[in-house]
């Protein structure tokens, strides 16, 4: 695959806890003709990478397939999150779908950025009582979710259980969600 001539305005930035996968990563960057891709090796909830001095690097577009209802994300450390990523609750310890989508949402530009995330169907609803349906009504609220889409059975690779590609705008001009 080839870059497209004069489609160079843009850099590539990333994150990875398992090291094969980083590997992986920083070898499809070279493949693919990315050389100067930043892939960081590390933990992306607990120690985030990608700062600026010490603020989090903030980006126009914002896409992971992070893990499922990752188990010990690190819930403990999370009320004391330097960079409040956590503001609008945090997530059950056993469950940490929505600690990726707020890290995610918080590295996003203000007024126009952009964060596209493939979650399996549970964000969409469970624990409304508890900390997931209060972080989703704040989300809601702050008028950032821009579309929900259910990709048919087995599209996506590796995911045997039901998923969905949720899009979050921070520069949503209307209060319309898009269902697909």
């Keep these: 695959m080839e870059k497209e001539a004069g489609n160079e305005n843009f850099s590539l930035y990333g994150q990875e806890v398992n090291g094969s ?7 499809n960057m070279f493949l693919h003709g ?3 891709a930043t892939i960081r090796w590390g933990d992306t909830l607990r120690t985030p990478k990608l700062k600026e ?4 690097m903030k980006f126009d577009t914002v896409v992971a397939n992070p893990p499922f209802s990752l188990e010990k994300w ?46 399996p169907h549970g964000v969409l609803f469970r624990g409304a009582g508890e900390g ?17 889409i259910g990709p048919p059975a087995n599209l996506l690779f590796g995911t045997g259980i039901p998923a969905a590609i949720v899009i979050f705008n921070k520069g949503k001009k209307t209060d319309n969600v898009l269902f697909i």
């Design 21 to 27: 996968i980083w590997a992986l990563a920083m070898m």
């Design 34 to 36: 990315f050389d100067n």
């Design 53 to 56: 001095s010490d603020r989090l």
């Design 74 to 119: 690190g819930a403990d450390e999370a009320e004391h999150d330097q960079y409040n990523r956590f503001w609008r609750g945090i997530p059950p310890k056993s469950k940490g779908d929505w600690a990726f989508i707020s890290h995610m949402i918080e590295t996003a530009y203000e007024g126009k950025g952009k964060v596209g995330v493939v979650v």
């Design 132 to 148: 997931e349906g209060k972080i989703r009504k704040q989300t809601i609220e702050k008028n950032l979710l821009e579309a929900v």
